[in-house]
Every structure is written in structure tokens, then in C-alpha cells.
């Protein structure tokens, strides 16, 4: 079955440094890529989603991209800001009838103001 | 709030007992997941439901443990004879179909301490 790795497990950066989480997957049938955050006791939220058709997305800050061939995606935060620091997750997705995501183990991320 | 609810939101009990979760999704959305989560690490996909069929189940779903989505809404997970092991957040999500991958919605959780 589909497997997600997840580097780094913590990452601490500046306020107003760029922070990049990186994820590897490992079956090629995958084509649904969902980034999700997760802060202190709070249920996870999508925050940004690609599909294999497309190599790269952006949504202000946060953007994402996609490697098929190395079967790698990574998250890029831009500009941090203190509200940042959460836990993020990448997960990953067949093309199947229907969405079981199959979740990494999260990066905890600081942003130190 | 049109978001997806769980209750209760925190369930405390005793090694043996069973224990009951109920998992109301967003209204429109026909797909409903149930993950389990544990401290430091990502939801592990436990079992799906499109409408009222049971489609999928994970390997990590014990015979202890059972989920029913009757009329297709809300959905309960049942475990039985809880052990300290069982111990984890529960997040239900759900989603609706299409064409396109569409996004699951989580809930608050259920936080279950089996002592």
C-alpha cells in the first residue's frame, strides 16, 4: 500500500523566513496530493491540495509542488508569521472510485517571533 | 455551524467497557471516513462509508471495533472491550464525490482515554 515520509519531523524558523516541508510517497498511482494543518488541539484543515496534472500551485504565502517522476511534493511557506506554527501533514491519494488518504507523520513548525 | 461534529468530545473509561462515537458530517457530503490519531503522529485511515455502504476497512480495525452509517448521515464507531491500546484522538472526516478529488472536512474529534 501507499506509504508517506515526511522530513523534517520539527523545523524552527524566523518570523519573516521561508519554511519548506518536504514529503515522498511511494506508490505511483497516487494523484491527489492534500497538505493539512493542525494546531494544538484542533482537528486538521486543509490549507493548500494539488492533483498530478499540475507541477506547481500557489495561494498567497503557501505554495506546493509536485515531482511525479521522483515522487516527492513540497510545501513552501513564505514570509512566516508567529500564527504559522502548527503541525502540518501531507497525505496522498489514488485515483481510485473513492479518497483514502494515507497521511504522513507531520512536521511541527515554530515560528520564532 | 455546517461543519462536521463529533461527540462526545472527550470519553474516559475503564479497560473492558465498550464506548460509542457519533459523527455527524457536513449535510451534503455522501462520503464519511473515520481515522484514528495518536500523539505525534498523522490520521491513520480506519474505515470509509459512501452513503450507507461500509466500503473499506483497515487492517488496524480489530473485530473490536465497529462503524455504521445506517441512513447514509450520521455515522457511530463502536469499540468494545476497550484496552489501554485503543487510547487516541478519533477524527471523523467526510467529503463529496465527483468528478475531481474532492476535500474531506474533519471534525473536532473524539479524545478517548481507556484507563
Known amino acids: 500500500g501507499e506509504n508517506v515520509e515526511q522530513h523534517p519531523s520539527t523545523l524552527s524558523v524566523q518570523e519573516g523566513d521561508s519554511a519548506v516541508i518536504k514529503c515522498t510517497y511511494s506508490?505511483?498511482?497516487?494523484?491527489?496530493f492534500p497538505w493539512y494543518k493542525q494546531e494544538l488541539g484542533k482537528r486538521p484543515q486543509l490549507i493548500i491540495d494539488?492533483?498530478?496534472?499540475?507541477g506547481e500551485k500557489k495561494d498567497q504565502r503557501i505554495a506546493v509542488t509536485l515531482n511525479k517522476t521522483a515522487k516527492h511534493f513540497s510545501l513552501h511557506i513564505t514570509e512566516t508569521q508567529p500564527e504559522d506554527s502548527a503541525v502540518y501533514f501531507c497525505a496522498a491519494s489514488k485515483a481510485t472510485s473513492y479518497d483514502k488518504v494515507i497521511f504522513g507523520p507531520g512536521t511541527s513548525l515554530s515560528v520564532i517571533p | 455551524d455546517t461543519g462536521v461534529s463529533q461527540d462526545p468530545r472527550h470519553k474516559i473509561t475503564k479497560r473492558g467497557q465498550n464506548v460509542t462515537f457519533r459523527c455527524d458530517p457536513i449535510?451534503?457530503?455522501?462520503?464519511l471516513y473515520w481515522y484514528r490519531q495518536t500523539l505525534g503522529q498523522g490520521p491513520e485511515f480506519l474505515t470509509y462509508?459512501?452513503?450507507?455502504?461500509?466500503?473499506?476497512k483497515s487492517r488496524l480495525l480489530s473485530d473490536r471495533f465497529s462503524a455504521e452509517r445506517p441512513k447514509g448521515s450520521f455515522s457511530t464507531l463502536e469499540i468494545q472491550r476497550t484496552e489501554q491500546g485503543d487510547s487516541a484522538m478519533y477524527l471523523c472526516?467526510?467529503?463529496?464525490?465527483?468528478?475531481?478529488?474532492?476535500?474531506?472536512?474533519f471534525g473536532p474529534g473524539t479524545r478517548l482515554t481507556v484507563l
Open positions: 449535510s451534503e457530503h455522501n462520503r
Open positions: 472526516a467526510s467529503s463529496r464525490s465527483g468528478e475531481t478529488r474532492d476535500t474531506q472536512y
Open positions: 506508490d505511483s498511482a497516487s494523484n491527489y
Open positions: 494539488i492533483r498530478s496534472n499540475v
Open positions: 462509508f459512501q452513503n450507507e455502504a461500509q466500503l473499506e
